[in-house]
């Protein structure tokens, strides 16, 4: 008489199914998880060049704002949290956002074109909510 699960001498046999079932659980949660950090970063922005930038340490705690200049139409669209905002009602969500963190920083990603009193607008939203931790994304040509 052959129990369900065990070898031929006696021993318990590995079962693989559940074990793959778990890996590809861990795996569709990784993927989720990366592709939430990806949709953060705006591919259409040109990022200007930078020879003497560093990489940075790590994304944690950051605040996003991407910047794409539209030549043709002569203006910025500014989104945050994949949305476009106006920089007046972002700075209460980013005061919470300080408040929750302290550590918390602003990232800004802005085409090379764009004039610098869009890039200084979301400066100073930064700047009202009390985060001074603001970074630049370059390219490091």
Do not use: C, H
């Amino acid at each position: 008489m052959a129990g369900a699960g065990s070898g031929g001498d006696g021993e318990p046999e590995f079962q693989i199914a559940p074990m793959i079932d778990v890996l590809l659980v861990l795996l569709i949660f990784f993927m989720s998880i990366a592709m939430t950090a990806v949709t953060r970063y705006d591919p259409t922005i040109e990022l200007p060049a930078a020879p003497d930038a560093n990489k940075k340490e790590n994304s944690e705690g950051e605040l996003v704002f991407n910047i794409a200049w539209k030549a043709a139409e002569n203006r910025a669209i500014t989104t945050y949290d994949d949305a476009p905002v106006n920089l007046d009602a972002v700075v209460p969500d980013l005061a919470s956002q300080k408040k929750a963190n302290p550590r918390v920083r602003v990232l800004i990603r802005s085409d090379a074109l764009t004039p610098v009193r869009y890039v200084s607008a979301v400066v100073d939203a930064a700047a009202k909510a009390g985060i001074s931790d603001v970074t630049f994304a370059t390219l490091n040509r």
